[in-house]
């Protein structure tokens, strides 16, 4: 069982002692049962779960009066399971069950309970109801689940016991009405199979969360429907559509199906396959919510609420604090997905995003203020790169639960020049955040011996801040990146100012070759990754990682130089700086080698040609006697040999050009300007001794002598291939 727990609230002390811990349900069964005779009703449910990393009590909701508690076996007391504010505040308090679990143990808790109307705060378009009506005997039951966005607890919990919106699992849903003889109908979005007269069974999958699962039941004397069926070009299938209303609503469900279709082929087209099966089910009555590949809507809220089958519940919020991107981007679209509208950091802030793991309301604000949001952004790109820029979202978070850093870290990594600005945009208009003073000075070291300013002279093209690992291990050590696997980029980030950074972003970059004079922004945007964080105190440090998708990393052999930017509100890079030029500028031009005693490597890099430029090498005293020599990067290129001056001829293969420890030389190229490349050629002498090692900078100066790029290099001395130790013979 795959399990999520990095999504999932923090553990939350206990007042009373203990700590609340998140646990991972993997299935849900539960059995309703409406007694007609009876007019009440009796759930049983049962919850396959594994606690997380953290040991304690666990936690999970159930919004109905608890008859009996049974864990693994054994009934605990029904006030076991008491409810208890962790931190959302009023009708947002969760039920933490009174039982300490192990950490990575797994469970089964069952709950009867007696089911009536939620115990949930009130709210949304179309609430629950539960309602008998009609004679003795033949009693009618309308009966629908009601969820919303816009109170706490009226989720799945509502009538289920159930997780926080961060986890999935399987639910089944039995339901049997006894007592009657009227048949009745049930409506859903879920995998049905009738067992028999007024009895159901319906399932979901295991992508399912609490806000997934749409049940209606009324009468099948009291309901219309009509079905009709539709080809999605981006999902490759053709689906059943099914639309229900009520006999006396005098809904026209042929042309609401009509548009629904229409709206289907749309969206499926426009921003990426449809997820949810072949079917989509929607129950038209009044006001409007979102399923898993359905919905309840009137004709004035379908097309909306047909939009949340990709935004909202194909691609699902982990959290409700990221609640606000499937309402914001919803209104957006709504509204024509073409408004441009500048981010005007003098009006006031506002809170899309709460920074309190507990929360569970949607904010009202999420609807036109965070469509404003959108047309921000589209302000620093356009609505059609923007839409784009979506759609590719989307398709990257089809298995995982995203969050509003997600977001942000997709569009800041991809959005190019406007990057700084939605970094702003997010810390105004989305967290909320006020403009920080003092302000923070973030930074990232450019050598080891640099300790902040702005300008650094020293070193620079090795950030100790900046480095790549093969796995999202939390390694410290660079390691060579390794070619058709994903890698990741870590960089540490540190806070030299008087304030707090209350939110920041870092972006990660990759040039093909290791070039040298890399400028903010042209060099760094768009780029690969980034990696965002939150509150870092003046003095504070923190390490943050991103992932390098495979598809991304060059072929073995190709040299790269890294890029990193670290970006927060009221402190980014001065256009055109260079590395050493800003404190908030990193890159790594590190390469590593394992080589044996005679073997030569060769670095490719990339220059400015036809610049007053001297390359120069820096060895290592140890290894300050090796061959160094510049290369073309091909037989037949063009370059002018500082070693014969004047003429451009073409050079011949195998052509070097010798380079000394400390002494300086032209750079070789055309003498137009542009982008070179040449290779940087180190030969290992033949009686090297295995063990030996050493970082070897290729450095290059301006006309004033000041260094304005560099590689390193770092060569190991290993055993030559075939040698035998002779001891190991005996
Ligand atoms: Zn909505």
Redesign the pocket.
Known sequence: MTTNFDLAPPPAALAGGGVAVPIDISTIDAHLTFDAAAQAAHGAASLAFVVGPTAGRPVFDLRQTVTQVVLDGSALPVTAVPLVDLGGGPGAEVRVLDAVLDSGTGHTLAVGYDVGLPASPPGGGYPPHLVWSGPAGARRLQWNVGFT?LAPARYLESWVPANLIWDQYTVTWEVTITGTTVAHTLITNGALTTLGPNHWSVAFPSRSTALSTLIEVRPADELLSQTTHVALPAAGRTITVQAWTTTSSGIDLAAALADLSAWLVEDDSQIGPYLHGDRFVTFLLQG?M?YDGGCTATRGTLR??TF?SWW?RGVKPAGQPDGWI??AW??YHDNGGATVDPFNFAEPAQTLCSREPYSRITPGAS?SGGARVFAGIAAVSSPPALTALMSGFYSAHLDRLITTLTLEEHLVARIGAGAPDVVDGFHHFIYGFADPSPIPDLWLRDDPGHTGSEQWTGRFWDSPDLWIRHADDGGTVHQAPVAGQDNWFYARIRNRGAGAARHFMVVFNVRQYSGVEFVWPSDYLPGIAAAGGFDLGPGQEVIVRARWPAALVPPAGTHACWLAAVLSRADRPVAGAHVWEHGNLAQKNLTIHRVQPGQTITVPFGYLAGLARRLEVHAPVQVRQWAFSLRPRSPGSQWRSPVIEGSTRPASPGRTMPLAHGQPVPVPGPQAPGSTVAVFAITVPADATPGMSGVIDLVARDERGSVVGGIAVELTVVKPTGQIDERLRQ
């Open positions: 966005d409007g979102e909306h609420e949340h909202g499937d309402e919803n209104t609807y």
